[in-house]
């Protein structure tokens, strides 16, 4: 395969291609959906393809194929080529000026990310277990619980990245996903709870976090919310707790610091490099490298060596998450964020392991001299708008404090506010740093898999929705 891999980059660097890579992929993943008491889904594929690039002056030509065979490599090449010279003869009008790919090192490397326990030798029999012993302690936890849902996925992937500037990088790794969501109810009111673990990594990391724990974990937030009273309204000191510090610097930061966005006149942020954007104590990174992370990769999907950027730096915006084509536009380094949801899709800036460092505040100090105010937890759901800087967020659960003391426990929060408004309402950074929600973002159609490493953060004052009663 590397032969006929090479005999085409060469094909298409003779007919003056600019550039091209190839990303040749074969993943099996195995599926386990059980919910309400009933194996919903239980299966095991095996996919395998090419994703290719090529740009031809300005223009980018795409292909993709399911075909795995030798002979397909070459006419996948052809048809991206036919593609991006056709793009570029539309444009020829228009004086548009050639795309700069920012420089990148050739690598050559074969990575093999060993797992202890490898998913392929647990049996599926074993891993139906899991799940059933999941699910049963998340139902049998209350009377109250009366709908869960327990889902378990592993994968194992083999990666062929090459360019014809000479990278040829192989590369192999498993994954492992699990998520349990419980529903309680008591007369009218239903309440629900979720919990996921997930990394890049083996079986044991399942294991290890016990799935029997996470069900349980789930329910028991889904019924403590039955007795939880609703929010009061209006502005008000905001504890976020580190699950939603990381959703909410994944979501409201994160996109907007995505250098395509930047381009297209979709961000707050453009232009605002080297500007005192939030809290001069506030530093977020992105970092793909965090190992048994639900967001690590070795490299991106162009072949770059993952590695951290710094996004925030003491509260200076220091930079923006790049391809290799944002980063030549802008004039900027690459940070090795591109990446696509499989061979199918053609890579896009995104997002890893989003990384707030902690600050020197213990939990105990954050709350100490909030007279009213709210302790909010985790994340339910919202939007965000990266080119008006808005958001609205609902919390999982919360707490109404007062004096310093935790007094009811709150449901149905909403927070609203501008970003930039909320990076520099931040007075104080607790000291713990915990890794927070494990998920799949979604942008431009493709999921990815990331995650977020968090301390509590304090804002002076986050807008608050709910109902004026208490």
């Given at each position: 395969?590397?032969?006929?891999?090479?005999?085409?980059?060469?094909?298409?660097?003779?007919?003056?291609?600019?550039?091209?890579?190839?990303?040749?992929?074969?993943?099996?993943?195995?599926?386990?959906?059980?919910?309400?008491?009933?194996?919903?889904?239980?299966?095991?594929?095996?996919?395998?393809?090419?994703?290719?690039?090529?740009?031809?002056?300005?223009?980018?030509?795409?292909?993709?194929?399911?075909?795995?065979?030798?002979?397909?490599?070459?006419?996948?090449?052809?048809?991206?080529?036919?593609?991006?010279?056709?793009?570029?003869?539309?444009?020829?009008?228009?004086?548009?000026?050639?795309?700069?790919?920012?420089?990148?090192?050739?690598?050559?490397?074969?990575?093999?990310?060993?797992?202890?326990?490898?998913?392929?030798?647990?049996?599926?029999?074993?891993?139906?277990?899991?799940?059933?012993?999941?699910?049963?302690?998340?139902?049998?936890?209350?009377?109250?619980?009366?709908?869960?849902?327990?889902?378990?996925?592993?994968?194992?992937?083999?990666?062929?990245?090459?360019?014809?500037?000479?990278?040829?990088?192989?590369?192999?790794?498993?994954?492992?996903?699990?998520?349990?969501?419980?529903?309680?109810?008591?007369?009218?009111?239903?309440?629900?709870?979720?919990?996921?673990?997930?990394?890049?990594?083996?079986?044991?990391?399942?294991?290890?976090?016990?799935?029997?724990?996470?069900?349980?974990?789930?329910?028991?937030?889904?019924?403590?919310?039955?007795?939880?009273?609703?929010?009061?309204?209006?502005?008000?000191?905001?504890?976020?707790?580190?699950?939603?510090?990381?959703?909410?610097?994944?979501?409201?930061?994160?996109?907007?610091?995505?250098?395509?966005?930047?381009?297209?006149?979709?961000?707050?942020l453009k232009g605002k490099v080297g500007a005192a954007i939030a809290y001069e104590g506030l530093t977020v990174a992105d970092d793909p490298t965090i190992e048994a992370s639900h967001g690590y990769y070795r490299y991106d999907d162009e072949g770059l060596r993952a590695r951290r950027t710094e996004l925030i730096k003491d509260g200076v915006l220091v930079s923006?998450?790049?391809?290799?084509?944002?980063?030549?536009?802008?004039?900027?380094?690459?940070?090795?964020?591109?990446?696509?949801?499989?061979?199918?899709?053609?890579?896009?800036?995104?997002?890893?392991?989003?990384?707030?460092?902690?600050?020197?505040?213990?939990?105990?100090?954050?709350?100490?001299?909030?007279?009213?105010?709210?302790?909010?937890?985790?994340?339910?759901?919202?939007?965000?708008?990266?080119?008006?800087?808005?958001?609205?967020?609902?919390?999982?659960?919360?707490?109404?404090?007062?004096?310093?003391?935790?007094?009811?426990?709150?449901?149905?929060?909403?927070?609203?506010?501008?970003?930039?408004?909320?990076?520099?309402?931040?007075?104080?950074?607790?000291?713990?740093?915990?890794?927070?929600?494990?998920?799949?973002?979604?942008?431009?159609?493709?999921?990815?898999?990331?995650?977020?490493?968090?301390?509590?953060?304090?804002?002076?004052?986050?807008?608050?929705?709910?109902?004026?009663?208490?």
């Amino acid at each position: 395969m590397e032969a006929a891999i090479r005999r085409a980059l060469d094909f298409v660097t003779a007919q003056q291609a600019t550039y091209a890579d190839i990303r040749l992929e074969r993943g099996h993943a195995t599926t386990i959906d059980l919910r309400d008491g009933v194996f919903r889904e239980l299966s095991y594929g095996i996919d395998e393809g090419m994703g290719v690039r090529v740009l031809f002056k300005d223009s980018w030509g795409f292909a993709s194929s399911n075909d795995p065979a030798q002979p397909a490599v070459q006419a996948t090449f052809e048809n991206a080529l036919s593609t991006a010279r056709a793009l570029s003869h539309s444009k020829s009008g228009k004086h548009a000026a050639a795309l700069r790919l920012a420089d990148a090192p050739v690598t050559t490397e074969e990575f093999t990310l060993k797992p202890r326990i490898n998913p392929e030798d647990v049996s599926i029999e074993a891993k139906k277990r899991l799940v059933k012993e999941a699910y049963d302690a998340a139902k049998g936890h209350s009377e109250h619980v009366t709908s869960v849902s327990v889902i378990y996925l592993d994968g194992f992937e083999e990666q062929i990245i090459a360019t014809t500037e000479g990278s040829y990088i192989v590369l192999q790794q498993p994954a492992v996903f699990l998520r349990a969501s419980v529903v309680a109810k008591r007369g009218t009111v239903l309440q629900e709870g979720r919990e996921s673990v997930g990394a890049v990594a083996g079986f044991e990391f399942i294991e290890a976090e016990d799935p029997t724990m996470i069900a349980v974990k789930a329910a028991d937030k889904a019924v403590r919310l039955l007795d939880a009273e609703l929010p009061p309204a209006g502005e008000l000191p905001v504890i976020m707790d580190n699950r939603l510090t990381g959703v909410f610097m994944h979501e409201a930061l994160g996109h907007a610091a995505e250098a395509d966005h930047v381009l297209y006149g979709e961000s707050i942020l453009k232009g605002k490099v080297g500007a005192a954007i939030a809290y001069e104590g506030l530093t977020v990174a992105d970092d793909p490298t965090i190992e048994a992370s639900h967001g690590y990769y070795r490299y991106d999907d162009e072949g770059l060596r993952a590695r951290r950027t710094e996004l925030i730096k003491d509260g200076v915006l220091v930079s923006y998450l790049h391809s290799r084509e944002t980063a030549g536009r802008l004039d900027a380094a690459p940070t090795a964020n591109a990446r696509a949801e499989d061979y199918s899709e053609i890579p896009v800036v995104r997002m890893s392991n989003t990384v707030i460092e902690p600050g020197g505040w213990q939990f105990d100090e954050l709350r100490a001299d909030i007279a009213f105010g709210i302790y909010a937890k985790g994340m339910r759901g919202g939007q965000v708008d990266t080119v008006k800087g808005e958001f609205q967020f609902s919390a999982e659960e919360a707490f109404l404090i007062e004096n310093g003391t935790f007094t009811k426990r709150l449901k149905n929060v909403a927070l609203s506010g501008r970003t930039l408004d909320v990076l520099k309402n931040i007075d104080a950074i607790g000291t713990e740093k915990k890794r927070g929600t494990i998920g799949f973002c979604g942008k431009a159609g493709q999921d990815v898999p990331v995650s977020e490493y968090a301390p509590h953060v304090r804002v002076t004052k986050i807008l608050v929705g709910g109902s004026s009663s208490g």
